[in-house]
């Protein structure tokens, strides 16, 4: 009898214990996302009940650190919740939240930069005015930490600063950057060193296009000018050994690489039988050596009035065999061959090649507008 009682009572303590269990589970992942919706609908209140700024930035810091102490060690934790909350603090302010770019350490900072590219556009049902400068301010706070706390010397994030700072006209900033990369022993010098001499011809664009007229504009872009060309001359000796003494395809791909962009500058300056000459040298047997061949055709169609070289029929023989050598898998050089051949021959009065190139670029493309706007152009004409 005893017995039979002190069974009872054991099993229903058993059965109370269980059943406490499972009352107390929790799913993180449904309780993060609670968590997360819960501050979007602060960050997306309307006036006059909106939280601050400051407020909401609070909310964000106070919820993040509790999900990750009550949630330490969960596989939904480790993968969704850092950039999850990265949206939502980017949505809410220009000022970087102190705790999610601590969260960024050794162990995990390679793949939450994966994570972090990938917040640069704020997706369709995001409404923050001001989300793209917001998320150049926080990406920069994330890669400082990095070169800072981690790895003095990664070169994702060397680029990266170097990028976000080109875009916000920060060009002497970012500079700085892309020497570092130049000045190493990395393997990725090289894309420093495009970077760099890119940031150039960035400003110069800029310049141009704030005002053709305004006092000293000239003399600022022919400084710049000046430091370009002395870097394309610096490296180019380098890069033409490189390329000469090896087996290997990447350094002839790089020389082609630069050489290419060396004759475009080149060009943009007036200098277009210099530009020539540099193309010209590079041995046919190369690597994508249709990069030089669609500049040779830039020249050719550049400014008659001031281009010796100018002729609309050798810009067409010269597209046509840029892209007999493109492979059809680089499509953005396939663009950038097949939309200049459509505008020349658009130019030269041949119609109908124009619009069949044009219908080669949608192919590629469907929503080129360029194409589409020629392709109206060219019914117009033989209307």
């Known amino acids: 009898m005893l017995r039979t009682m002190f069974d009872r009572l054991y099993g229903f303590l058993i059965k109370t214990d269980i059943t406490t269990e499972e009352i107390d589970y929790v799913d993180p992942s449904a309780a993060i996302s609670n968590e997360i919706d819960m501050l979007w609908s602060i960050i997306n209140e309307k006036e006059p009940d909106a939280a601050s700024e400051e407020e909401c930035l609070t909310k964000i810091s106070e919820s993040f650190t509790n999900m990750l102490n009550r949630f330490p060690d969960t596989d939904v934790t480790k993968a969704s919740i850092w950039p999850?909350?990265?949206?939502?603090?980017?949505?809410?302010?220009?000022?970087?939240?102190?705790?999610?770019?601590?969260?960024?350490n050794a162990d995990n900072y390679k793949s939450l930069c994966d994570r972090l590219k990938m917040l640069s556009k704020p997706g369709k049902?995001?409404?923050?005015p001001n989300y793209h400068q917001n998320y150049r301010e926080f990406a920069k706070a994330v890669y400082l930490h990095i070169l800072d706390e981690i790895d003095p010397d990664d070169v994702p994030s060397?680029?990266?600063?170097?990028?976000?700072?080109?875009?916000?006209?920060?060009?002497?900033?970012?500079?700085?950057?892309?020497?570092?990369?130049?000045?190493?022993?990395?393997?990725?010098?090289?894309?420093g060193l495009t970077a760099l001499i890119a940031s150039y011809q960035a400003e110069i664009k800029s310049l141009l296009a704030n005002g053709r007229d305004l006092p000293d504009v000239w003399k600022r872009v022919n400084a710049l000018n000046k430091k370009q060309f002395t870097l394309y001359e610096k490296y180019r000796a380098t890069l033409e050994i490189a390329a000469d003494l090896s087996v290997e395809k990447l350094p002839k791909r790089q020389y082609v690489c630069f050489i290419a962009n060396y004759a475009r500058a080149l060009k943009y300056s007036g200098q277009y039988q210099k530009a020539m000459t540099l193309l010209e040298a590079i041995p046919e047997d190369y690597p994508e050596t249709y990069r030089t061949y669609i500049e040779k055709a830039m020249i050719y169609q550049a400014k008659p009035y001031r281009n010796p070289l100018y002729s609309l029929d050798k810009t067409?023989?010269?597209?046509?065999?840029?892209?007999?050598?493109?492979?059809?898998?680089?499509?953005?050089?396939?663009k950038a061959i097949l939309m200049p051949l459509a505008n020349t021959y658009f130019t030269t009065g041949q119609y109908d090649k124009a619009d069949e190139a044009c219908l080669a670029v949608l192919r590629i493309d469907k929503k080129e507008y360029r194409a589409h706007?020629?392709?109206?152009?060219?019914?117009?004409?033989?209307a």
């Open 373 to 382: 706007d020629l392709r109206k152009r060219i019914a117009a004409a033989i």
């Open 125 to 128: 049902h995001n409404n923050a």
């Open 316 to 334: 067409i023989t010269t597209l046509i065999k840029a892209d007999e050598m493109c492979p059809d898998e680089d499509v953005i050089a396939k």
């Open 158 to 191: 060397n680029l990266a600063l170097g990028d976000l700072f080109l875009e916000d006209g920060e060009y002497g900033k970012a500079r700085e950057y892309f020497s570092t990369l130049v000045q190493s022993d990395s393997s990725a010098w090289f894309n």
């Open 84 to 104: 999850r909350y990265a949206k939502a603090a980017i949505s809410a302010s220009s000022t970087p939240v102190k705790e999610l770019v601590d969260y960024v």
